[in-house]
C-alpha cells in the first residue's frame, strides 16, 4: 500500500506535538505540518498531497472563510476539517463546500487517521461525535451537491456563518440581487420552500 501524503494546516503547539505521536505508530500515513499561509502557496503546494486537514482553531473566523472558499476551488485534493465547534448549523455549512471529512478535537487521534485512509479512497468520513450533533432533525438530500454550483455553495456556507446578504455580496464581489437570484435557485433545485430551511439541511 502506497502511504498517503498529507498535510496539516495549523499552528497550535499542543496539537501538534500529540500529532507527531500519532504519525510515528501509523506507517500508512506521512504528515507534513504548515502554518496557514496565503492561499496561492497552498494552491502550489496541493498537488503533492492526497489529504489536507484543516485546523479550524488555528486562524480567526474570517480567514478560515476564506481559505474554506478558496480550497473549495481545488478538487484535485481531499479535505478534512479538525474541528472543536459543536454547532450543527457550522458542519452543515462545511459540507456544502464539498468537505470530505470532519473530526473532532475532542476524539481520539486514531478517529482522525480512520478519517485519512477514508477520504483518501473518495469516501466521505464523518465522525461519531459529529454525527450525533448532525443527525438531530436533518433532512437527507441525496446527491444534493451535485445540484449546486460552487457559487451556489460560497452564499450557503457565508449564510450558515452569520453573513448578511450585503456581506455576502462584499465578500463574493457581486450584488445583492445576483445573491436572491442564487438563492430563488438554490431553493429549486433542492425544493426548498425558504432559504431558511438551509440551516436543517444536511449535504452529505
Known amino acids: 500500500m502506497d502511504k498517503i501524503k498529507s498535510l496539516f ?55 478560515f472563510n476564506k481559505i474554506i472558499i478558496d480550497i473549495s476551488r481545488i478538487d484535485a485534493v481531499k479535505k478534512i476539517i479538525y474541528t472543536s465547534k459543536t454547532e450543527k448549523k457550522y458542519f452543515n455549512s462545511l459540507t456544502s463546500f464539498g468537505i470530505d471529512g470532519i473530526v473532532s478535537s475532542k476524539e481520539d487521534f486514531n478517529v482522525l487517521g480512520e478519517a485519512i485512509l477514508k477520504v483518501s479512497k473518495g469516501e466521505k468520513y464523518f465522525s461519531e461525535f459529529i454525527n450525533k450533533i ?51 435557485h438554490i431553493k429549486e433545485k433542492l425544493g426548498l420552500k425558504s432559504i431558511k430551511d438551509l440551516v436543517n439541511l444536511k449535504l452529505y
Open 9 to 63: 494546516l495549523s499552528c497550535q503547539p499542543a496539537v501538534l506535538h500529540a500529532l507527531t505521536a500519532f504519525i510515528i505508530s501509523n506507517p500508512f500515513l506521512t504528515m507534513d505540518f504548515k502554518d496557514f499561509i496565503n492561499t496561492n502557496e497552498l494552491k502550489n503546494n496541493f498537488k503533492n498531497y492526497n489529504v489536507v486537514i484543516i485546523d479550524d482553531g488555528a486562524v480567526r473566523n474570517e480567514e
Open 134 to 184: 448532525t443527525n438531530s432533525k436533518i433532512t437527507d438530500y441525496d446527491g444534493c451537491l451535485k445540484k449546486l454550483t460552487k457559487r451556489e455553495r460560497e452564499i450557503i456556507y457565508l449564510r450558515n456563518n452569520g453573513f448578511r446578504n450585503k456581506d455576502i455580496a462584499i465578500e463574493l464581489h457581486i450584488s445583492v440581487k445576483t445573491i436572491e437570484n442564487h438563492d430563488e
